[in-house]
């Protein structure tokens, strides 16, 4: 997913209904970004390439088995792109609120498209992961897939925060993003993406460090609880919660 190279701020806490609709009135928002293709001619392209290469139906399913928000969950999909995923999850869950949030006015415009189509009611907005302006502790559940290894290191750790500071005590974060790859092969696959979206927004994803990035946000009970291998790497799915005082799952 593209990534932030500055932030959003909001002077003060609004409605998740009035953060859209601020974002919709002022689609340029101030925010300098990278498409997820590094060119915004090739984002039309990007489902195709993930089908392709990135076992994107198998990814969608793996990452729903770990979401599954009950009835009435309030859901935020940080960096949603194109909104295969949150698609999919209204789809599955017709009685959760699902806001797909991403910086890509062309990305959000196909994940418009394809919520018309499937004719399902999904929330977008528009703005950068490291501040969404939405309430604190408006959601229930936060996800996003392939977005932190568009970012540096402090990018990272604003997006975590940021995705503590929206959810409730007790909500679940649930990260897909690459780690170490396995075998020389996928070490030498992941080279490309390296390449491609940088050594130091990629470096801590090749070691392996998401969780402890995860941890040091202030989650707790920080899990890698799935990998897939694919033609670009090995994908790594975080769960972790949100801990209230003298609790945890």
Partial sequence: ?????????????????????????????????I???????????????????????????????????EPAERVLDIGCGTGSLAVRLKQEHPRATVVGYDIDPAALAIAEHKA??????????????DDPPFPDQSFDLVTSSLLLHHLLPSGKRSALAAASRLLKPGGRLVLVDFT?????LRALAFSIVRTLDGR????????????????????????????LNTALGTIG????YKPRSGWAP
């Fill in 180 to 184: 170490r790859p396995e075998g020389r």
């Fill in 116 to 129: 018309r189509e499937a004719q399902i009611s999904v929330t977008w907005a528009r703005g950068p992961a």
């Fill in 35 to 69: 498409p997820a293709l590094r060119f915004h001619a090739l984002t039309g392209l990007f489902d195709p390439l993930m089908q392709l290469v990135m076992r994107d139906e198998q990814l969608r399913r793996l990452t729903l088995s770990l979401l599954r928000p």
């Fill in 1 to 33: 997913m593209p990534k932030s190279e500055q932030g959003l701020t909001c002077g003060r806490p609004v409605s998740v209904d009035a953060a859209v609709r601020v974002l919709q009135r002022d689609p340029t928002s101030g925010a300098a970004y």
């Fill in 200 to 227: 130091r927004e990629t470096e801590d994803h090749a070691g392996g460090r998401m969780p402890a990035f995860v941890e040091e946000a202030g989650f707790a009970n920080v899990a890698e609880r799935l990998r």
């Fill in 237 to 240: 799915f975080i769960t972790a």
